[in-house]
């Protein structure tokens, strides 16, 4: 399964929303989780399950989609997310990365 | 706490064989699917392998399958991942992480490793 993200990269302004889009090649359910990744650091798991947010993620990150298509939404942005955000689908085995959005506040 | 502590930064060259090595603490390491996953220099992730500690069930990206082994030893809560003949390709960054949930099933990975830097040069 191919994951393919969009934009590669997006620059966006403190405060302001941020929609990075994930498309699967074929559907993987509500099989899908958002990393982020900072330099020099392992990446961070923010949702899985399409929606849900992994323990002491801020309430400002949100994910939504199932089937082929997904969102993560960044609602006010802050300084500490500039990063670059991966999807993973975790449908079937092998899992596969996207090829990550670079997030420039 | 729950942690995944990885060997050191390693330096090879063409044709040498390695290892490296993934130390689980603070959770039952057998229980969880730990994985490997890639990332070369200035380049995205990728998946390249899993295994169950507990049984030693091994899956492995189609990409690596022949060209990596990935093990594990339950009684010291340490998985591994080996190459018999590195290439210089094969330098990068490798990850190794734990999935979210306990047993069977294909999860996310929510505890990861620092990674180890594989550099391989003549």
């Known amino acids: 399964i191919v994951m393919t993200q969009s934009p590669a990269t997006l620059s966006l302004s403190r405060g302001e929303r941020a929609t990075l889009s994930c498309r699967a090649s074929q559907s993987v359910s509500s099989n899908l989780a958002w990393y982020q990744q900072k330099p020099g650091q392992a990446p961070r798991l923010l949702i899985y399950g399409a929606s849900s947010r992994d323990s002491g993620i801020p309430a400002r990150f949100s994910g939504s989609g199932s089937g082929a298509e997904f969102t993560l939404t960044i609602s006010s942005l802050q300084s500490e997310d500039s990063a670059i955000y991966y999807c993973?689908?975790?449908?079937?085995?092998?899992?596969?990365f996207g090829q990550g959005t670079k997030l420039e506040i | 706490e729950e942690q995944l502590v990885q060997s050191g930064a390693e330096v090879k060259k063409p044709g040498e064989s390695l290892k490296i090595s993934c130390e689980g603490f603070g959770f039952s390491f057998s229980s969880y699917w730990i994985a490997w996953v890639r990332q070369m220099p200035g380049k995205g992730l990728e998946w390249m392998g899993i295994i169950y500690p507990a049984d030693s069930d091994t899956k492995y990206g189609p990409p690596f399958e022949g060209h990596v082994s990935i093990s594990a030893d339950k009684s010291t809560s340490t998985a591994y991942m080996q190459w018999n003949s590195l290439k210089a390709s094969d330098t990068a960054i490798y990850y190794c992480?734990?999935?979210?949930?306990?047993?069977?099933?294909?999860?996310?990975?929510?505890?990861w490793g620092r990674g180890t830097l594989v550099t391989v040069s003549s």
């Open positions: 993973q689908h975790y449908s079937i085995w092998p899992s596969t």
């Open positions: 992480a734990r999935q979210i949930k306990v047993g069977g099933g294909n999860w996310p990975f929510d505890l």
